[in-house]
């Protein structure tokens, strides 16, 4: 009879257990009784008829949004403030980091960003502020190349230090470019061996980088000169750290860099930094960066991260994890949360357009037509409105659509009409395939010449929001379509490897750094390494494309001066007749980067009204958003995060 | 939990002969009948959606997306444009086959490795001892997580199977400790005098008292493996490409349905994960009550 007892009590205990768990998971839906509905306008770019420009239409897109009273309720009592809060500034990245004891940023598949090094220890040169073109000297105080552009020589600035007291000299710069030169494992140390010669001192504060061909960009090539616009680029090291060491292996756990902050704490969840009182910035410039603490930080999910904003634990997102839907629930519950503009369309535009690298050294993807026939199996639309849910705009091709950009977009305006890159033509495709040699067979499959279905293996980052959903809409539309898809989601440096040895047909990246030439330099044969050897980089044609006219255009343009746009422009339109034609890379969307900033604790954010930065945390210019710059005309100080005074912050 | 002996049985069933088998035991326990029921519940649905349903209507952007219940969506659909009935009725069917999969093999494994472990002993007893204690010590999930990440694009079944490996060390253990009690008793002693070998007294003589308690067994197996699932897959490192009841409830992560009130998206697996349970669960004791004879409340 005890026995029987203790049953009946354990199955009340379980349906008792059950009704509390059902019972908690009611409130979100006696929501609904409070339902609002709420109009509004999402203004989105759609590439008009007429080609030569592109046209802003607004479309009325009514949803059903629910809010809770309950917010409004806590906003009565005064918030109390977490111990230290107010002095820390928190970043959500979107994955945890692989391995937080190896901080080597030239070791492949460590990441720079996500860990916050890039922002927070290293700094460059100049910074380049793409929102207001300035280029901004920072360790450095000035460059200027010789007559033929052979050579550029960079002053370094006097009085900058590394964390632990040393100088900051020319022989750091040397030791740098050498372990590049001698080391070709090193990430981008193929771009600087193809570029630089050597490179000599001619004081402790002048150094000579010598070219192997003339260029007079050479300055903006991140991957081989210590200047950032776009996310990063190569870093200079301090020679007495790692002198002796391996560059490939060294795991430099205890980064020393000249940066205002240096690493108090690194886990897989939170790299965390603490602010250098010694930093050398805070004598020259004068100012001291607000946050004591900043915190790079693996959230979770989005819907962690909506939370985390909301209650404010956090400040900033990284791109990609929430979406306009997201961030628009989310700001309806914290109204200190602002985008980059106020309405409609909210998000900046990221420079990376997406495009679909399609493994050419794979057959049949080294055919243009089989490329082709891919593109026109893809419902971009659909992907815009179910992956990004509605946060982007298809793009024709993998270029920014910046104004800046508009005259080159303007001079290929007959060519983007003749090659429609974003149509969705099933018909299209089948005419194209078949010319590759794939045709459709009876169950509407298509089969390549030897008879065998055609399959794809498409990677995709598993850390990546974006990445996955676009992987499920695209993987549909192709399998409907007859295309097997194995999608093969693989995450940290186990996906760089497979990205870097091309063992891929399909993977979605972004398009860096976006500017016109560079992005055209992307396709250039001489980063197409054979299959199974690391290429360069991600997108620096992992693909493997190789058309040697298209290599001699690009050639041709990297020796035309900066301010001849005409002549660069003519090239382009020359370059872009081969790109359209063979569609080395399948084109997808554009790249709005939708960060919400959090205005409790920190103000001053970079917004449309106040562009005087990119509002970006996971690139180097990070740094600048946080401490702001001195004009480079005037001397002015410009910009910078500062406390918002709540809670005894400084 | 006392096995009856043999010698118990047979006197029973002589004495009373219209007494029901184990089966009609079985059937007689409301508690069975009623999580049977349930689970049976389950299956027609998700066997009809698998009849019914194209599979074009399976694919994202099938439907418009974010519809709430109603009589024109059913259970509504997701920010994928998916139907979430749809889902179901692919999900449901394959987080069964994952429990059944993995189930079926850690007590298939588990009796072998516990029945070989408990009746030949000495040597072979110390190896698989050690065995099942490292597989018990360690924590499973953290190797599952290992394995189905190394293993990142799996299918349902090779999830199943991944599953399935880690699910025997506890029947294992059970098992010997059961036929180290057994294989001491009268009726073996003399099954083994009068010649019979190894094998022919675990499956005729020690089988027999185990099936039932193996039944429950793989009951309470299907219940981890199912859970195992969703766990695997709401970290992300599910069946990418196939739904199940965890991958729902990744999907409806990944989109923020819970911010952006798509309750019926998470609601819909969360809500049909606890009914398996409790199904499984009443199913589990069902079993339980039959081969532990003082549990009995009824029949």
Redesign the interface.
């Known amino acids: 009879m005890k026995?029987?007892n203790l049953?009946v009590l354990?199955?009340l205990l379980?349906i008792t257990s059950?009704i509390i768990?059902?019972c908690q998971?009611q409130p979100?839906?006696e929501?609904?009784v409070v339902t609002q509905v709420v109009e509004r306008e999402v203004t989105r770019i759609v590439e008009g008829e007429t080609i030569v420009e592109t046209i802003t239409e607004e479309i009325e897109v009514t949803?059903?949004?629910?809010s809770t009273p309950e917010p409004e309720e806590e906003a009565e009592e005064p918030e109390a403030v977490p111990e230290g809060r107010a002095e820390q500034l928190n970043i959500a990245i979107p994955g945890p980091i692989a391995d937080p004891t190896n901080l080597n940023l030239y070791a492949p598949g460590v990441s720079r960003s996500d860990t916050g090094l890039h922002q927070m220890i290293y700094e460059y040169f100049f910074y380049y502020n793409l929102q207001t073109g300035e280029f901004i000297p920072w360790i450095a105080e000035a460059f200027s190349y010789n007559d033929d552009f052979t050579a550029i020589t960079v002053n370094i600035r006097d009085g900058v230090t590394w964390s632990d007291g040393e100088p900051f000299t020319a022989d750091d710069v040397i030791f740098t470019y050498d372990l590049l030169l001698n080391n070709p494992g090193m990430v981008w140390a193929e771009e600087v061996g193809s570029r630089v010669e050597s490179v000599e001192a001619a004081d402790d504060l002048t150094v000579t980088i010598n070219l192997l061909a003339p260029n007079p960009r050479f300055h903006l090539v991140r991957e081989a000169f210590p200047a950032v616009g776009i996310w990063g680029g190569i870093t200079i090291l301090p020679q007495h750290i790692w002198e002796g060491e391996d560059p490939l292996t060294f795991t430099n756990s205890e980064p020393i860099g000249t940066g205002p902050y240096v690493l108090a704490n690194a886990s897989q969840n939170v790299m965390s930094y603490e602010r250098d009182e010694d930093w050398w910035g805070i004598e020259a410039f004068g100012e001291t960066p607000g946050p004591r603490v900043v915190n790079f930080q693996h959230v979770g999910?989005?819907?962690s991260v909506?939370?985390a904003l909301a209650n404010n634990e956090l400040d900033s997102p990284n791109i990609g994890i929430?979406?306009l839907?997201?961030y628009l629930?989310?700001a309806e519950r914290n109204p200190n949360l602002i985008a980059w503009s106020d309405g409609p369309p909210y998000a900046w535009l990221d420079p990376c357009p997406r495009g679909l690298m399609v493994q050419n050294a794979h057959e049949p993807w080294g055919q243009a037509d089989a490329r082709w026939g891919l593109s026109y199996l893809i419902?971009r639309d659909?992907i815009v409105?179910?992956?990004y849910?509605g946060t982007t705009v298809p793009s024709w091709g993998i270029w920014p659509f910046y104004d800046g950009n508009e005259p080159y977009f303007n001079a290929i305006s007959d060519l983007r009409e003749q090659y429609p890159t974003t149509a969705y033509d099933p018909a299209q495709a089948e005419e194209r395939f078949a010319a590759a040699g794939i045709t459709k067979n009876a169950e509407g499959a298509y089969t390549t010449a030897d008879g065998q279905p055609l399959s794809v293996t498409y990677l995709?980052n598993?850390d990546s929001?974006e990445e996955?959903?676009v992987?499920?809409?695209l993987?549909?539309?192709l399998?409907?379509e007859g295309i097997q898809?194995?999608?093969?989601?693989?995450?940290g440096g186990v996906l760089s490897d497979a990205i870097l040895r091309g063992e891929y047909d399909l993977k979605l990246h972004s398009m860096c750094p976006g500017y016109i030439v560079d992005n055209l330099e992307l396709y250039h044969s001489k980063f197409n390494v054979p299959l199974g050897e690391p290429a360069p980089w991600f997108e620096r044609n992992s693909f493997r494309y190789s058309n040697p006219e298209l290599d001699a255009i690009i050639d041709q343009m990297a020796t035309v001066p900066l301010e001849n746009e005409e002549e660069t422009i003519a090239l382009y339109e020359e370059a872009m007749a081969i790109w359209f034609e063979d569609l080395p890379t399948v084109n997808m969307v554009q790249a709005p980067a939708l960060v919400p900033f959090n205005t409790t604790y920190w103000q001053g954010w970079p917004t449309a009204d106040n562009a005087w930065n990119m509002p970006v945390s996971w690139w180097a210019t990070f740094n600048l958003v946080i401490n702001g710059y001195p004009d480079p005309e005037s001397g002015e100080w410009v910009g910078g995060i500062e406390s918002a005074g709540v809670g005894g912050g400084q | 939990m006392a096995a009856i002996s043999a010698s118990e049985i047979v006197e029973s069933e002589a004495s009373a002969p219209q007494q029901p088998g184990f089966g009609g035991i079985l059937l007689r326990n409301r508690?069975f009948v009623i999580g049977v029921a349930i689970l049976l519940i389950f299956i027609i649905l998700g066997a009809g959606g698998e009849l019914f349903v194209g599979s074009?209507q399976r694919?994202?952007?099938s439907f418009q997306?974010?519809l709430?219940p109603g009589p024109g969506g059913l259970l509504g659909t997701d920010?994928?444009?998916r139907s979430v009935a749809i889902q179901m009725s692919e999900a449901i069917p394959n987080s069964l086959q994952v429990g059944l999969i993995a189930a079926t093999l850690g007590t298939t494994l588990g009796a072998i490795v516990g029945f070989v472990s408990g009746y030949f002993g000495r040597s072979v007893d110390s190896v698989l001892r050690v065995l099942i204690d490292i597989f018990l010590s360690v924590p499973s999930l953290l190797f599952l997580i290992l394995i189905a990440?190394l293993f990142?694009?799996v299918g349902v079944q090779a999830m199943a199977l991944i599953i399935g490996i880690f699910a025997w060390a506890w029947p294992a253990r059970q098992v010997r400790a059961q036929v180290l009690s057994l294989k001491e008793r009268g009726f073996v002693q003399i099954a083994r005098l009068s010649g019979m070998s190894g094998l022919e007294i675990i499956f005729r003589e020690l089988m027999p008292h185990m099936l039932p308690w193996l039944g429950a067994n793989f009951v309470n197996a299907f219940i981890a493996a199912v859970l195992a699932e969703s766990g695997l897959s709401i970290l992300?490192l599910g069946p990418?490409?196939e739904m199940t009841l965890g991958m729902m409830i990744y999907?409806s992560?990944?989109?923020?349905?819970?911010?952006?009130?798509l309750?019926w998206w998470w609601?819909t697996p969360?809500?049909t994960l606890?009914a398996l349970f409790?199904a499984l669960?009443l199913i589990h004791?069902g079993f339980d009550?039959v081969t532990?004879p003082?549990?009995?409340?009824e029949g």
């Open positions: 026995g029987k049953m354990g199955m379980l059950l768990a059902a998971q979100p839906a929501e609904v949803r059903i949004v629910e999910p989005s819907t909506a939370l929430l979406t839907p997201d629930a989310v419902d659909q409105e179910l992956a849910e995709v598993a929001t996955m959903r992987s499920t809409v993987a549909d539309q399998e409907a898809v194995e999608v093969q989601p693989l995450s | 508690k074009g694919a994202s952007g997306p974010r709430a920010s994928l444009g990440s990142k694009g992300g990418q490409r999907w992560l990944n989109y923020s349905a819970f911010l952006q009130n309750w609601l969360v809500l606890i409790l669960y004791i009550e532990n003082r549990l009995r409340t």
